[in-house]
Structures are given as structure tokens and as C-alpha cells.
């Protein structure tokens, strides 16, 4: 029988710590303030009432800076992604994103 898909696979926990490592790099090109909103609300499931409390900011405040931190999270994966074409997530050389 014929494989399909991947002809080097590669386990969930090496897929899984590729990821995360891609996340991280992606995280690194926000301004700190975009990061640790974006982190705690998306990845760590605070709620952004939560966020704006223990930083002291408004909601409208917390909820631009979310919407900024995504918009620059999604530019930058679109980058990620012209640069891996044929390799994919699996092979991507995000690294180079932050080599500039």
C-alpha cells in the first residue's frame, strides 16, 4: 500500500515543539505589550476583563491592543509562510524571520 502525505514524518512531540517554537518566534516580533495581551488571552485563556485589572487599563484599551497584537501575529505568519512553500509548517525556517 502506497503512504500518502509526508514521506518524513515526524511525532507529535517534535510537531508539537516545532509549533510551539514557531509560535514563539511570531510572539517575538510584537511590541512586549502585544505579546503578553495576546498570550494571556488567546494562549492562556484570561479573560480580557482579567488582563485590563491586573494591568490597570481599560477594556477598550486591552481590546485594541489585542486586535493590534493579532493583525501583527497574522503578517507575520503570512511572511513565515511565503518563506516554507514546499516544506510546510513541518519544514519551516521561521528562524530566519528574526535573522534580518
Do not use: W, Y
Amino acid at each position: 500500500m502506497k503512504s500518502v502525505g509526508n514521506p518524513d514524518p515526524i511525532g507529535d512531540d517534535e510537531l508539537e515543539a516545532l509549533i510551539c517554537d514557531c509560535i514563539e518566534i511570531l510572539f517575538q516580533t510584537l511590541p512586549a505589550d502585544q505579546a503578553s495581551i495576546v498570550r494571556a488571552i488567546d494562549l492562556e485563556g484570561a479573560s480580557p476583563q482579567s488582563v485590563a485589572d491586573t494591568l490597570g487599563l481599560g477594556l477598550g484599551d486591552v481590546a485594541t491592543v489585542l486586535a493590534l497584537g493579532r493583525q501583527g501575529l497574522k503578517a507575520t505568519f503570512g511572511e513565515m509562510s511565503r518563506i516554507c512553500p514546499v516544506h510546510g509548517l513541518a519544514g519551516c525556517e521561521c528562524h530566519r524571520i528574526g535573522d534580518d
